[in-house]
């Protein structure tokens, strides 16, 4: 039989501490006197991939990626979704896929000048609700072309077209928008 | 439904971080006072007290799953039944509303509910990260997933639809941050002026620093008892408390993505989403009449149509007829200082598109401080005599159930045996109100607590 380990293997990864003051003599006072201890913080990163399935919304997806816009709509109702869904709230009958306008308004914006880790090098960036023709429910995206500095309520009810990233990145950002009769011919 | 009393309550003090002790002994600290306050011995009252029920809402701030089971475990009370509820923001009054159906149902005479937030675990940045994962991850949160973005987005929309001001959002500020500044259990308590709030570092316009609230380290509990509960306690300790009692439950829900928010018509409004003492008004019918000729739908990104809900269910189980007229305080969910606005209309207190003007007209403030503003009418119904959540700090899972301890507080009159300091107590409070609100308006819960005479 081989010789089986009897020393856990000593690492330098990860945290590593040597001489932590900690009390000579462990008498009761000495005991006592760990209530007083200041708290030990540490590091812990901690990184996941997830294998991330957009499952019934995935022509949603497939559309950016080749420059459309897909939305939803109930057959019986005609209730239509700018941000799809496989099935309506109301009916409960699975959607139809339906190409959306490529031009809206702005309904509602937002300048973040702070946010979430993921985003923090894009700030200033400006958050929108668009609102399409004929259409029940709203799109949230990036609007692009407008000068952070100069928010406004002004830009609400503002005309904007649908423009595409070139390089798809399979996410909802690969669609943006920016005021129409700009430069913009995508 | 059986009667359900509310009768005691701890909160530890809500702080940037609390590294000193890990997020059972915070919890230990809420629970232990609610016990004190009542006059039993730990030992004693674990003996009495049926189970639990444990709020907290991010397991990514926990970095620890189960953790309810873990503070069970701590309190002392396996193997008596318990489980953790979740649901955003409003973990915490979703908590408090499960204790009062074990409770009501019969199921528990004597019922803790506590909750718990640790959020000083990460940084800044990266906890903004952890909420905005409460919001669609296939099409919301990669478009740049921050919550105060989504909320100014319904601000800036209340701001076009209503005419409503960043300087009416700035005295929620300012009434919330100086009521705090009499709660020793606050995170923030300051005397702050309107040019503050709008000179504060811009986080997502027009919302400042200043309009929103933090993140915290924190817990509460609160203990929930019928009368049979209620008589067991009081045999064991020989006292007579003051009565609090649980008189209104309601809860309403919304579309997790904004954009998808109905918009829906007039008579679908007056149908189903009009308060009694709004379809009763003539001039409010012919005002909300105006409303939809101009465009407004509701409740779009400007409302909150699961707060209404709440507040519809909750107001007929209490028999409130006129919010404004027949309720004392409420502790709402101010996260931001318009959702304070949007909550007001949401709870009737005034009509959908005069949260802006009833915010700056002094009904919300409590009397007897002087805010340095302005104040056209005197103080009605005080909101947020605590601070709330811009003042005292938004530990997620104990929020809801912090806002149930200051009531408990207001309607027993012990606010200044509690805070060292009687400025915030509410004279002759009978009915108060707790409102806990999840992302963007996904889960609201509104409860009705009354002093029984």
């Known amino acids: 039989m081989a010789k089986l380990p009897r020393n856990f293997e000593e690492t330098l990864d990860g945290t590593i501490v040597w001489d932590l003051p900690f009390p000579v003599v462990l008498d009761a006072q000495g005991l006592a006197a760990l209530k007083k201890m200041r708290p030990l913080r540490v590091r812990y990163p901690y990184k996941i991939e997830y294998l991330h399935s957009y499952g019934q919304d995935s022509p949603f997806f497939a559309g950016l990626t ?90 609400i009810g503002m ?28 | 439904m059986r009667k359900v009393y509310a009768v005691s309550g701890g909160v530890s003090k809500f702080t940037k ?23 039993l011995e730990f030992r004693r009252f674990n003996e009495m007290v049926d189970g639990s029920v444990a709020s907290y809402f991010s397991d990514h701030f926990a970095r620890q799953l189960m953790a309810g089971i873990m503070v069970q ?71 740049g997933g921050f919550y105060s973005g989504y909320y100014a987005m319904m601000v800036t929309r209340h701001m076009k639809e209503f005419g409503t001001t960043v300087e009416q959002l700035a005295c929620v ?78 809860r309403g829900t919304d579309a997790m993505r904004m954009a998808d928010r109905p918009h829906q018509s007039f008579d679908d409004f007056m149908k189903h989403n009009a308060l009694p003492h709004e379809r009763d008004s003539e001039a409010t019918v012919a005002y909300y009449r105006n409303l939809w000729k101009h465009g407004f739908r509701y ?30 305080f409420i502790e709402l969910h101010d996260a931001y200082t318009s959702s304070e606005i949007q909550t007001y209309e949401d709870m009737g207190l005034c009509r959908y598109g005069e949260g802006g003007p009833f915010a700056a007209s002094g009904k919300a403030f409590m009397p007897g401080i002087d805010y340095g503003l302005a104040l056209h009418d005197k103080p009605v119904c005080p909101v947020n005599p605590s601070g709330g959540l811009i003042a005292c700090g938004h530990p997620v899972g104990a ?41 963007t308006g996904t889960y609201v819960t509104v409860s009705i607590l009354e002093a029984e005479e």
């Open chain 2, 173 to 250: 500020s300012v009434k919330n941050h100086l009521n705090a500044y009499y709660n020793p259990y606050a995170q923030k308590r300051h005397r702050f002026t309107i040019a503050d709030v709008r000179k504060s570092p811009m986080v997502a316009w027009p919302l400042t620093r200043l309009d929103i609230c933090v993140m915290s380290d924190g817990a509460a509990a609160v203990i929930l008892a019928s009368e049979e509960g209620l008589a067991k306690l009081e045999k064991a300790t020989g006292r007579s408390y003051k009565k609090v009692i649980v008189t209104g439950i309601g």
């Open chain 1, 66 to 155: 080749n420059k459309v816009h897909l939305g939803s709509r109930d057959a019986g109702t005609g209730y239509t979704y700018a941000t799809p869904r496989g099935h309506d709230m109301y009916s409960g009958q699975e959607t139809d896929w339906v190409v959306m306008p490529g031009k809206g308004k702005v309904h509602a914006f937002t300048v973040c000048y702070f946010g979430s880790e993921a985003f923090l090098k894009e700030t200033p960036f400006v958050l929108a609700l668009i609102e399409f023709e004929g259409v029940d429910t709203l799109f949230l995206a990036r609007l692009m072309g407008v000068d952070p500095a100069e928010a406004s309520l002004d830009w």
């Open chain 2, 73 to 143: 475990d701590y309190l002392g009370l396996c193997p008596k039944p318990g489980h953790r509820v979740e649901g955003g923001g409003a973990t915490g009054g979703i908590c408090f509303q499960e204790a009062w159906k074990a409770v009501a149902s019969g199921y528990m005479d004597i019922c803790v509910a506590y909750g718990f937030e640790s959020m000083s675990h990460v940084e800044t940045w990266k906890g903004n990260e952890f909420i905005a994962l409460a919001s669609d991850v296939s099409f919301d949160y990669p478009v």
């Open chain 1, 159 to 186: 005309t904007v077209q649908a423009r595409y990233r070139r390089n798809s990145k399979l996410a909802p950002t690969d669609i943006y928008f920016l005021p129409a009769g700009g430069d913009d011919k995508a």
């Open chain 2, 17 to 39: 971080a609390r590294p000193d002790k890990t997020f059972q002994g915070v919890v230990k600290e809420a629970y232990d006072y609610a016990i004190a306050d009542l006059g």
């Open chain 2, 299 to 328: 409740p779009g990104v400007h409302s909150f149509r699961a707060g209404r809900m709440g507040s519809l269910q909750a107001y007929k189980h209490a028999g409130v007829y006129n919010p404004l007229e027949e309720i004392d």
């Open chain 2, 399 to 439: 929020t809801g159930l912090m806002q149930g301890v200051f009531a408990i507080w207001q309607l027993q009159q012990t606010i200044h045996k509690h805070f060292g300091d009687p400025t915030l107590q509410v004279q002759n409070a009978r009915r108060g109100v707790i409102h806990s609100h999840a992302g």
